[in-house]
């Protein structure tokens, strides 16, 4: 078991940034697969942005450019930059670890731009 917990969200213009963090309760040191998701009112949970085979990357084609994700494994912690937020872009954006037996999401955390 692991839990996850989200944080860094908020209510940004457009154009703005703000950075997620994702601090998981065991150690990530292993973990090859873990990332971010979001889920816009009325719409499916969507990939953003994951870490695969470790340190490899994989986005979201509308995300590319404007997002990055990074980890520190000495904080058991992922973390999602977004820069030039669009409207678009507002959602609830969850953590995901798949390790430890199974696939741990965390509950959360709202981003909301306006225009």
């Known amino acids: 078991q692991v839990q996850l917990a989200e944080s860094g969200g908020g209510l940004v213009q457009a154009g703005g940034s703000l950075r997620l963090s994702c601090t998981a309760s065991?150690?990530?040191?292993?973990?090859?697969?873990m990332g971010w998701y979001r889920q816009a009112p009325e719409k499916q949970r969507e990939l953003v942005a994951t870490f695969t085979r470790g340190s490899n990357t994989n986005y979201a084609d509308f995300v590319k450019g404007r997002f990055t994700i990074s980890r520190d494994n000495t904080k058991n912690t992922i973390f999602l930059q977004m820069n030039d937020l669009k409207p678009e872009d507002t959602a609830l954006y969850y953590c995901n670890l798949i390790g430890f037996g199974g696939s741990y999401w965390g509950k959360g955390t709202l981003v909301t731009v306006s225009s």
């Open positions: 065991r150690s990530i040191f292993t973990i090859n697969t």
